[in-house]
C-alpha cells in the first residue's frame, strides 16, 4: 500500500466505530423494530440505519472513492480498498438492552482484510487488529495485546455459538449443540458473532463457532482472532464462511473442527 497504510486505515476505522457506538449506546429508549430480514425474528431497528449512515459519511470524509460494503445498504461502489461495514452486531441484545453487541468495521485491500475494529460500546471496550502486526484491547484499563492460547482438551474446552433465524435451520443446530454439549465443558450463546470472535482472541472463551455468518459478521472480528493467534476457518481445511466459521486455538481448533464435521452441521434441515 503506497498511499496509505493500514494503521492509517484502522484509524478511520476507530474513529467512526466509536462515533458510531456513541450514537448506538446514547439512546435512552428501547429502539423500534422497522423491519424483518430473513424471517421475522431476524430484526432491523432505525439505530442500525442511523449508525450504518453515520459510519459511511465518516469514511467518506476522509476516503470518498473507495468501496463499501454494509449490512444494511450493501455494496456501494468499486475500488482497491473497500470497508466491510456492520454497524450493530447483535441487534437483539441490543433491542433487549443487553450489553454484548458491538460495531464492526473491516478495512481490505485488494480483497485482503488489513485492519479492522469492534466496538463494544456498553462495556467500554475497542477490540483492533492489523493484518501481520497484531491485535489489542483498549478499555478504561488502558491498552494491552492480545494472545489467545492454543486451546485446551475438548473436554475441558469453553464453546460460543449462535443461531441462524429461520426454524429449519435452527433445528440442525440445535441437534449439533445438543451432541456437541456432552463432548465440551459447556457452551455460551453470546448474541454477538463479532464479540464471541473477540472473546476468542482474548481468551474468555476457547472456540467459537457459527453457521450462517456474513461477510460483515465476521470480517473485523476474524481478524482479531486470528491476529490473537487463533485459527479461523471452515471445515475440511476450508476458510470462514457462510457454510461455517470457527474459530479456536492452534491445538483445539482441529478437534473441535472435526467433531463438528461428523455431525454434518452445513445443512438446513
Same mark, same amino acid.
Given at each position: 500500500?503506497? /498511499?496509505?497504510? *493500514?494503521?492509517?486505515?484502522?484509524?478511520?476505522?476507530?474513529?467512526?466505530?466509536?462515533?458510531?457506538?456513541?450514537?448506538?449506546?446514547?439512546?435512552?429508549?428501547?429502539?423500534?423494530?422497522?423491519?424483518?430480514?430473513?424471517?421475522?425474528?431476524?430484526?432491523?431497528? /432505525?439505530?442500525?440505519?442511523?449508525?450504518?449512515?453515520?459510519?459511511?459519511?465518516?469514511?467518506?470524509?476522509?476516503?470518498?472513492?473507495?468501496?463499501?460494503? +454494509? /449490512?444494511?445498504?450493501?455494496?456501494?461502489?468499486?475500488?482497491?480498498?473497500?470497508? =466491510?461495514?456492520?454497524?450493530?452486531?447483535?441487534?437483539?441484545?441490543?433491542?433487549?438492552?443487553?450489553?454484548?453487541?458491538?460495531?464492526?468495521?473491516?478495512?481490505?485491500?485488494? $480483497?485482503?482484510?488489513?485492519?479492522? &475494529?469492534?466496538?463494544?460500546?456498553?462495556?467500554? /471496550?475497542?477490540?483492533?487488529?492489523?493484518?501481520?502486526?497484531?491485535?489489542?484491547?483498549?478499555?478504561?484499563?488502558?491498552?494491552?495485546?492480545?494472545?489467545?492460547?492454543?486451546?485446551?482438551?475438548?473436554?475441558?474446552?469453553?464453546? +460460543?455459538?449462535?443461531?441462524?433465524?429461520?426454524?429449519?435451520?435452527?433445528?440442525?443446530?440445535?441437534?449439533?449443540?445438543? *451432541?456437541?454439549?456432552?463432548?465440551?465443558?459447556?457452551?455460551?450463546?453470546?448474541?454477538?458473532?463479532?464479540?464471541?470472535?473477540?472473546?476468542? *482472541?482474548?481468551?474468555?472463551?476457547?472456540?467459537?463457532?457459527?453457521?450462517?455468518?456474513?461477510?460483515?459478521?465476521?470480517?473485523?472480528?476474524?481478524? &482479531?482472532?486470528?491476529?490473537?493467534?487463533? &485459527?479461523?476457518?471452515?471445515?475440511?481445511?476450508?476458510?470462514?464462511? $457462510?457454510?461455517?466459521? =470457527?474459530?479456536?486455538?492452534?491445538?483445539?481448533?482441529?478437534?473441535?473442527? *472435526?467433531?463438528?464435521?461428523?455431525?454434518?452441521?452445513?445443512?438446513?434441515?
Amino acid at each position: 500500500m503506497t /498511499e496509505i497504510t *493500514a494503521r492509517e486505515l484502522l484509524e478511520i476505522a476507530v474513529a467512526a466505530a466509536r462515533a458510531a457506538g456513541r450514537l448506538l449506546a446514547g439512546t435512552g429508549e428501547r429502539p423500534e423494530v422497522t423491519a424483518t430480514k430473513s424471517s421475522p425474528t431476524d430484526v432491523v431497528t /432505525e439505530m442500525d440505519r442511523q449508525a450504518e449512515a453515520m459510519i459511511a459519511a465518516h469514511i467518506r470524509k476522509d476516503r470518498p472513492d473507495d468501496a463499501v460494503l +454494509a /449490512e444494511e445498504g450493501g455494496q456501494s461502489g468499486q475500488a482497491e480498498v473497500r470497508w =466491510v461495514i456492520d454497524p450493530l452486531d447483535g441487534t437483539v441484545n441490543y433491542l433487549y438492552g443487553l450489553p454484548d453487541w458491538a460495531v464492526s468495521i473491516a478495512a481490505e485491500v485488494s $480483497g485482503t482484510i488489513v485492519a479492522g &475494529v469492534v466496538e463494544v460500546p456498553r462495556r467500554g /471496550e475497542t477490540f483492533t487488529a492489523v493484518l501481520g502486526e497484531g491485535a489489542w484491547l483498549e478499555d478504561r484499563r488502558g491498552r494491552s495485546t492480545l494472545r489467545c492460547g492454543t486451546g485446551p482438551d475438548l473436554p475441558q474446552a469453553l464453546v +460460543a455459538t449462535g443461531f441462524g433465524y429461520q426454524a429449519s435451520r435452527r433445528r440442525v443446530q440445535g441437534e449439533v449443540v445438543a *451432541a456437541l454439549l456432552p463432548q465440551v465443558r459447556d457452551i455460551r450463546r453470546g448474541g454477538s458473532a463479532a464479540v464471541d470472535l473477540c472473546s476468542v *482472541a482474548a481468551g474468555r472463551v476457547d472456540a467459537y463457532y457459527e453457521r450462517g455468518l456474513n461477510y460483515w459478521d465476521y470480517a473485523a472480528g476474524g481478524l &482479531v482472532a486470528s491476529e490473537a493467534g487463533a &485459527v479461523v476457518g471452515g471445515l475440511s481445511g476450508g476458510p470462514a464462511s $457462510g457454510s461455517m466459521t =470457527v474459530a479456536a486455538g492452534p491445538a483445539l481448533y482441529p478437534r473441535l473442527a *472435526a467433531v463438528l464435521a461428523a455431525l454434518d452441521p452445513e445443512r438446513d434441515g
